[in-house]
């Protein structure tokens, strides 16, 4: 009954939300009442433009957002941005549900999920009647925590009430920050990285590297042994000059920036990154 009460006294305020950013604010005060949560954002997707901040908390030891560099292009390699934008996977996710084996060996991990203050993440990912959708992260920031069985059926029963606000208050929601597009373009980048310098193989490894999937699982993927995976990632490294994933990561993540806008062909990244002015 007291769940029922909370859920009930919550969504009275989400209805009467003026506006998405309230309505966004509103929805993660009661999911993180219902579920223990101590953090929680959303992001809106729309017609293939970069992802928009509707409503993110500050990290508390940090004292401000990082959702800012997650926009820069680390979104691309999100598990649940993936399992909304590639797979078209919707509904209640946990991280250790759609995060690949080795994740927390990812330079994705390292560089930019571990200074974001998550411990754990449960995401409600929406899908929206114009092909977008919405991401409601929430995050557990306590060491060790984790989002149970229980909270993500809690949260998979309220979805339909969830589902039906967010497709109201979104649906004519105008994303105007990027241009059309350009959220296509950055997934062909990523596919197309390397592209003018490795071999099919090495590309295939250096993506699958990139996205933290483990040597084993990359091996399972291509049908290959681990130790030719580790030789096509030592030929790739080479060739791209970086001797590190944490190097890959930050290589592609300048490509990525130099890239962005610049041509409407589909091309490696790289070489609008090796072709920038020098000072």
Same mark, same amino acid.
């Given at each position: 009954?007291?769940?029922?009460?909370? @859920?009930?006294?919550?969504?009275?305020? /989400?209805?009467?939300?003026?506006?998405?950013?309230?309505?966004?604010?509103? =929805? %993660?005060?009661?999911?993180?009442?219902?579920?223990?949560?101590?953090?929680?954002?959303?992001?809106?997707?729309?017609?293939?433009?970069?992802?928009?901040?509707?409503?993110?908390? !500050?990290?508390?030891? =940090?004292? &401000?957002?990082?959702?800012?560099?997650?926009?820069?292009?680390?979104?691309?390699?999100?598990?649940?941005?993936?399992?909304?934008?590639?797979?078209?996977?919707?509904? %209640?996710?946990? $991280?250790?549900?759609?995060?690949?084996?080795?994740?927390?060996?990812?330079?994705?991990?390292? #560089?930019?999920?571990?200074?974001?203050?998550?411990?754990?993440?449960?995401?409600?990912?929406?899908? *929206?009647?114009?092909?977008?959708?919405?991401?409601?992260? $929430?995050?557990?920031?306590?060491?060790?925590?984790?989002?149970?069985?229980?909270? +993500?059926?809690?949260?998979? +029963?309220?979805? !339909?009430?969830?589902? +039906?606000?967010?497709?109201?208050?979104?649906?004519?929601?105008?994303?105007?920050?990027?241009?059309?597009? *350009?959220?296509?373009?950055?997934?062909?980048?990523?596919?197309? @990285?390397?592209? #003018?310098? *490795?071999?099919?193989?090495?590309?295939? /490894?250096?993506? $699958?590297?990139?996205?933290?999937? #483990?040597?084993?699982?990359?091996?399972?993927?291509?049908?290959?042994?681990?130790?030719? /995976?580790?030789? &096509?990632?030592?030929?790739?490294?080479?060739?791209?000059?970086?001797? #590190?994933?944490?190097? *890959?990561?930050?290589?592609?993540?300048?490509?990525?920036?130099?890239?962005?806008?610049?041509?409407?062909?589909?091309?490696?990244?790289?070489?609008?990154?090796?072709?920038?002015?020098?000072?």
């Amino acid at each position: 009954m007291e769940l029922i009460h909370r @859920f009930a006294q919550g969504f009275s305020e /989400v209805i009467s939300a003026e506006g998405a950013e309230d309505t966004a604010a509103a =929805l %993660v005060r009661v999911l993180k009442a219902l579920t223990g949560a101590d953090d929680g954002s959303v992001l809106h997707y729309a017609d293939g433009r970069l992802p928009e901040i509707a409503y993110a908390q !500050p990290v508390a030891s =940090l004292g &401000h957002t990082t959702l800012d560099a997650y926009l820069s292009g680390p979104f691309l390699l999100d598990p649940f941005y993936r399992a909304a934008a590639i797979d078209r996977r919707f509904g %209640v996710f946990r $991280l250790s549900e759609l995060a690949p084996k080795g994740f927390k060996e990812s330079e994705y991990y390292r #560089s930019w999920y571990r200074n974001c203050g998550y411990q754990d993440e449960c995401g409600l990912l929406i899908s *929206l009647n114009d092909g977008g959708f919405i991401n409601i992260a $929430l995050g557990l920031t306590e060491a060790n925590a984790r989002f149970g069985k229980r909270q +993500a059926q809690l949260l998979s +029963a309220i979805l !339909p009430s969830v589902a +039906a606000i967010c497709q109201q208050r979104w649906a004519k929601a105008q994303n105007t920050s990027s241009p059309a597009g *350009l959220r296509e373009q950055l997934h062909a980048s990523l596919a197309a @990285f390397g592209d #003018s310098v *490795l071999t099919r193989r090495e590309r295939q /490894v250096t993506e $699958l590297v990139l996205l933290g999937h #483990s040597t084993r699982i990359i091996a399972e993927k291509l049908g290959i042994s681990s130790e030719t /995976v580790k030789l &096509h990632r030592k030929h790739a490294y080479a060739k791209l000059d970086v001797s #590190s994933q944490a190097e *890959l990561f930050y290589l592609f993540m300048e490509a990525l920036a130099h890239s962005a806008g610049q041509s409407s062909e589909i091309q490696d990244p790289l070489i609008a990154y090796h072709a920038k002015p020098s000072t």
